[in-house]
Every structure is written in structure tokens, then in C-alpha cells.
T-cell receptor, first 117, second 113 residues
Framework: GAVVSQHPSWVICKSGTSVKIECRSL??????MFWYRQFPKQSLMLMAT?????????EQGVEKDKFLINHASLTLSTLTVTSAHPEDSSFYICSAVDPRQSNYGYTFGSGTRLTVV | GESVGLHLPTLSVQEGDNSIINCAYS??????FIWYKQESGKGPQFIIDIRSNMDKRQGQRVTVLLNKTVKHLSLQIAATQPGDSAVYFCAECRLLAGNQFYFGTGTSLTVIP
């Protein structure tokens, strides 16, 4: 079945630094990937839609200069949290649609837990 | 984004009993819905989907019901097992409007052995 890999799975960084999270579709090509964030005991909030070869589409209220998204190939999207602060600590999850599947659901990565100290 | 919420944040059931998890959605234009299961520290897993032209769909031990009149979804799990303990989310989508999924609040299901 479809596999989406995220790296790293856990990262701790100092306040003010930038962190890059990678999302890869391992066995299929994904022209579109999606980035979510999830706070403890809360739901997934869609941050942006990542489009291969073009600019990402951000949801209302998400700062595009804060959360930089690059989708340079059909199998890789990256999310960079710039100048991270403690309030950016969260679980970040990417997803992609496998065109081979009969449903339109996403395949999710295993998530990246970001802790900013 | 759209607002999708759940009535019950937590649910405890005895092993072997049936579970019912509910979800209300607000966007009447949504035409596709999925139930996801999320275990602690992991990404969500697809359980079952349903299109807006259906009112019921069955899978293995799971059934999803859709009531478009009141914008309500439910997930029924038959013979609940300890491995079903997780957080369950409904997600709604408009397939022709970008395929973005918006998630509900979530219900934490605990199965008591």
C-alpha cells in the first residue's frame, strides 16, 4: 500500500532557529501534498496545500513566511518552520493522495513532533 | 476552513459491545467524508469513506451512516476490541474544490477489557 514517510520523527530546537521537515511519498508520485498541525488532544488543522512545481496554498490564518513549503519533486515536500518559538511546538503531519487508490483519502505520514525550547 | 465537530469527546465501551461515534459537519457543500483512526503519536489511518450520494456504507466491522438533512455522520464499530482504542476523527471534503480535508474535533474511544 501507499507509504508516506516523514523525517525527522522528533526534533528539539532552540527558540529562534529554523527547522525543516521532510515528507516523502515512497511508492507513488504525489502532485499534491497537505500539511497539518496538531496540538495535544486536539484535532488536525490543515495548514497548507503543497503543489509540485508551484506555490503552496495556505489556509486562512497560517503565516506563509513563517511556514515555508517547497514541493520540488513529485515525491518530496518540505515544511520549514522559520524562527521557531515555543508556541510553534506541535505535531506536524503531512499527507498525500495516492492516485492508485480507489478512494480519495489521504495517506498520512507518521508525523513530526517539534519541541521548541 | 469548514467546521466539523463531534458530540462526544470521550467514549468508553466494554469489549464486545458496539460503539457509535458521532460527528456534525457544517458545510452542506461537502460531498465526501472519511473516518480516520489515530493512535497515540501516529498519523491518522483511513477507516471508511462515504460519498454524499449515499446514506450508508459498510466495511469490515464498521458502518458509516450519513444524514445530509441534519449534516450528521456516525461511525459504528461492531464487537469493539481493545485494539480499537484510539482517537477517531471524521473529515469532510469537497472533491471538486481542491480535495482538502477538514477534520472534526475527535472522539477518544477506550475499550474496557
Amino acid at each position: 500500500g501507499a507509504v508516506v514517510s516523514q523525517h525527522p520523527s522528533w526534533v528539539i530546537c532552540k527558540s529562534g532557529t529554523s527547522v525543516k521537515i521532510e515528507c516523502r511519498s515512497l511508492d507513488f508520485q504525489a502532485t499534491t501534498m497537505f500539511w497539518y498541525r496538531q496540538f495535544p488532544k486536539q484535532s488536525l488543522m490543515l495548514m497548507a496545500t503543497s503543489n509540485e512545481g508551484s506555490k503552496a496554498t495556505y489556509e486562512q490564518g497560517v503565516e506563509k513566511d513563517k511556514f515555508l513549503i517547497n514541493h520540488a519533486s513529485l515525491t518530496l515536500s518540505t515544511l520549514t518552520v522559520t524562527s521557531a518559538h515555543p508556541e510553534d511546538s506541535s505535531f506536524y503531519i503531512c499527507s498525500a493522495v495516492d492516485p492508485r487508490q480507489s478512494n480519495y483519502g489521504y495517506t498520512f505520514g507518521s508525523g513530526t513532533r517539534l519541541t521548541v525550547v | 476552513g469548514e467546521s466539523v465537530g463531534l458530540h462526544l469527546p470521550t467514549l468508553s465501551v466494554q469489549e464486545g459491545d458496539n460503539s457509535i461515534i458521532n460527528c456534525a459537519y457544517s458545510n452542506s457543500a461537502s460531498d465526501y467524508f472519511i473516518w480516520y483512526k489515530q493512535e497515540s503519536g501516529k498519523g491518522p489511518q483511513f477507516i471508511i469513506d462515504i460519498r454524499s450520494n449515499m446514506d450508508k456504507r459498510q466495511g469490515q466491522r464498521v458502518t458509516v451512516l450519513l444524514n445530509k438533512t441534519v449534516k450528521h455522520l456516525s461511525l459504528q464499530i461492531a464487537a469493539t476490541q481493545p485494539g480499537d482504542s484510539a482517537v477517531y476523527f471524521c473529515a469532510e471534503c469537497r472533491l471538486l474544490a481542491g480535495n482538502q480535508f477538514y477534520f472534526g474535533t475527535g472522539t477518544s474511544l477506550t475499550v474496557i477489557p
